[in-house]
């Protein structure tokens, strides 16, 4: 029952988490966890309730771990170990523009785990040979691309043409998607331009907010690479959403210590 | 003058920049400039002055660039190219150590531009095939490598001995160094032991206040790749003196907006 199940999301690619009990009498017990379903259990309420929190967690990074928990989910215990093996295809992550900072961008990109694809209407400047992390270098006008490219909840949209003339088509097919995160490279003064002529074309506030505009993270970076770290640290945060700032400077739990425990 | 004080400064490893005007009458005219003082005389005070502020800035970071400023250093002026070659040994990272998320922590600095050094006193997990970004893998006690090796204020030290018996030594040597960051990873609860264990032997709050616990921003990171992000995103921010929030929440000026041009 469960292996149909997952063989159905395979077959239809949707992200899902199939958990194995690793301990104890239940071992081998199976769990198949979508993002707003799940079948199966693990043995006790509590740690079928509490692994197909942590499955979901794990869908939306994409990745496969082992987890530990007490008998009944308590997440400090260590009676239980758990399989959590993710079949998820990897987000996409697509940048518009190919300058100089698409390069570093892109790494940063297949460093996270994205299929990242640089997508610029100059063939002279949209070549494999400038931007070898790149899964995929693509000509074509921009807006053109993406009004046929899939996009879902993890895609990521970076948008460098830096040229009114050509994002601001662009963001109008962006909002119309279910992306992620949208950001535009730019001064405050540019962006503010951008949402002027998005308001004047009747785009609404709550659309133009969407638009990380400036882009990333307030770390003062300089190089490409640190901007790559800006943007990438807003693309997490806005995920989970967090908004940045030090962990020193505040109170919450730390929301990776399960992962770093789990990693010593 | 200016061609034997940067030998001087080559020859006793001083970060140094020389700066060359490229446009102008005063085509070729030379500065050089230490992150404490400069010589030299591009052609007017302003203009001087100006090259200094932004050589000083790409040293912090060791990167060499083409700047563009206005006849008297205006900022937002197109008149005079000036070239400033940075010459900075590579900063070093110091990752204490060897856990499974160290790797990607490796990765993140040499994508950074550190040289990276991860420190284990354990020979079965430092070793150069579990590490294969870093520079250099070294089995010793973490203080007994700290109270030896090369430590200025771009040095960074992320502490993931994430023991109490081990991290403690190592902070305090970490704070008699003039390191520009200290993190250690764990929770706000192994922190707040961290600081109790310091200040019973009698680290001042000010002292303590250096170590960046909870490590990194707060983005929600999930994966070993996303706690990187968080940790460079602080180390930046640090230097910087920002505090990580988005871009979007501040008013300030963006930070990279004439790197974002210069790159466009």
Chains 1, 2 share one sequence.
Do not use: C
Request: net charge neutral.
């Amino acid at each position: 029952m469960i292996f149909e199940r997952l063989a159905d999301s395979l077959r239809t690619a949707q992200p899902a988490a199939l958990v194995t009990r690793l301990d104890g009498p239940q071992t081998g017990a199976k769990l198949l966890v979508h993002v707003d379903t799940a079948w199966g259990d693990l043995g006790t309420s509590g740690l079928t309730h509490a692994a197909t929190q942590e499955a979901r967690a794990l869908l939306a990074a994409g990745q496969t771990a082992i987890r530990t928990f007490g008998e009944d989910g308590e997440p400090v215990g260590m009676d239980v170990r758990v399989f959590i093996q993710a079949f998820v295809p990897k987000p996409n992550m697509y940048i518009f523009g190919a300058i100089d900072f698409s390069r570093a961008m892109a790494r940063m990109g297949k460093y996270l785990g994205y299929t990242v694809s640089v997508i610029d209407a100059r063939p002279i400047f949209a070549t494999k040979a400038r931007l070898p992390d790149a899964d995929n270098v693509i000509v074509a006008w921009p807006d053109d691309f993406l009004a046929s490219a899939p996009v879902d909840e993890r895609t990521v949209l970076i948008i460098l043409t830096h040229d009114v003339k050509f994002d601001i088509p662009l963001l109008h097919v962006a909002l119309r998607t279910t992306a992620g995160y949208i950001g535009a490279m730019g001064s405050r003064r540019t962006h503010a331009n951008r949402i002027e002529a998005l308001r004047r074309s009747g785009r609404s506030d709550a659309e133009i907010a969407r638009i990380s505009g400036p882009i990333g993270l307030d770390i003062g970076a300089r190089t490409p690479e640190e901007t790559a770290v800006s943007i990438a640290g807003e693309i997490i945060a806005l995920r989970e959403n967090r908004r940045g700032g030090r962990l020193i400077d505040g109170t919450l739990p730390v929301h990776n210590a399960r992962l770093a425990d789990a990693m010593l």
